[in-house]
């Protein structure tokens, strides 16, 4: 199942990962997939998001997201989206992402960085507690 339009990929992403389809999850993402993972390494492509998301559907994991805005000019889509892993592991945070609509009218992730919130939130904390 295609995400038809940007917001789609995530309902599909969750359902994907609750089921624990990997292959469904990463059929969302372009090949050339660009992402941040949680120590803000940029990591490209499918097999290093493979890497990173193989546990998550080995166990199931439990995701809700909620997009915030979305910014849309012609074939490019950006979108702020909140997102929470409920079971078996907690976390939360605030993604950006960059989808890219393709020549079917399906959109795929071209570029996510779902740590956004949690990196900025601690480089401000370790930047005051070394200012004193």
């Known amino acids: 199942m295609p995400a038809n339009k940007p917001e789609d990929f995530h309902k599909l992403f969750p359902q994907f990962m ?3 389809d990997l292959e469904s999850v990463l059929a969302l993402y372009e090949p050339n997939i660009v992402f941040s993972n949680p ?3 940029v990591k490209c492509g499918k097999a290093a998001i493979r890497e990173e998301l193989i546990t998550f559907a080995d166990t199931n994991q439990i995701f809700k997201f909620n997009p915030k805005k979305v910014i849309q000019i012609e074939d490019l889509a950006l979108v702020y989206n909140e997102w929470e892993m409920t ?3 907690q976390m939360s ?3 950006i992402e960059l989808f890219r609509r393709q020549p079917d009218g399906t959109w795929l992730l071209l570029i996510g960085d779902p740590f956004t919130e949690s990196r900025t939130y601690s480089a401000l904390t370790a930047e ?3 200012a004193h």
């Open 93 to 95: 945070g605030l993604a």
């Open 128 to 130: 005051k507690s070394h």
């Open 87 to 89: 079971s078996p592991r």
């Open 39 to 41: 120590e803000g390494d």
């Open 18 to 20: 609750r089921e624990g």
